[in-house]
């Protein structure tokens, strides 16, 4: 089994690791592509095109609906559209998995310090942090636009090392893409691969993480917080 005995600080991914966004991420993308009068698409179809930001999301969705590579300007064109659908309604059908709350109190009460790095754009994180009362369990909060380069680049996890004076053994990356577990390698650190989110419908292990985890609660086992030790 892994060893996370150094483990002093995780950064968590957020679509597909904490929320389940694909609903409202799916419904924004066909809003927009209903004005542009193109077919529209599945959450299921979506699903697919999540993981590297809100852009290659929408160059995935209509390219998909136009049949072709969409044009450079049609897609800066339509992204403030998606942009304006997605703010509105961020959390209307997107949930939280299941135990994220309850293992993020036990790591935070066992001393773990707690960031996000994920490759949604930074105005939509924090909102939807706080929607789910997650927002005070992480002291770093990064978006894909935060810093030059987004995940699978090791940028945010190098920022955080720093930001936090850890060496790579210390940090640990949980999610649920090929890009966390790629982010995480460049960086030097481990990382625990989610099975239930979203990785473009393959299956995280062939990435090769320290850990595959099919549930969010068993991160509380594999980092040796339990119950007990939140009431010490
Ligand atoms: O918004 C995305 O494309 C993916 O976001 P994530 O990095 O939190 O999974
Ligand atoms: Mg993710």
Redesign the pocket.
Known sequence: MADFRQIKAIAF?????LID?VPD?AAAVNATLQELDLPLTTAEQARSW?????E??MRRALSFALGTDVSEAKLAASMPRFMHFYKQHLQQHSRLYDDVILVLKQLSAAGFKLAV?????YEFTIPLLKAFKLDSYFSIVLG?DSLAK??PDPLPLAHILQQWQLTPAQLLMV???K??ILAAKAAGIASIGLTY??NYGEDIALSSPAAVCEQFNEISALMNVTAESMEQ
């Open positions: 991914d957020l679509d597909g690791t966004s991420l999540v993981g590297n930001g809100a290659m999301l790095v994920t490759n949604k754009p894909g987004m995940k999610g649920d893409s890009n966390d989110g979203y």
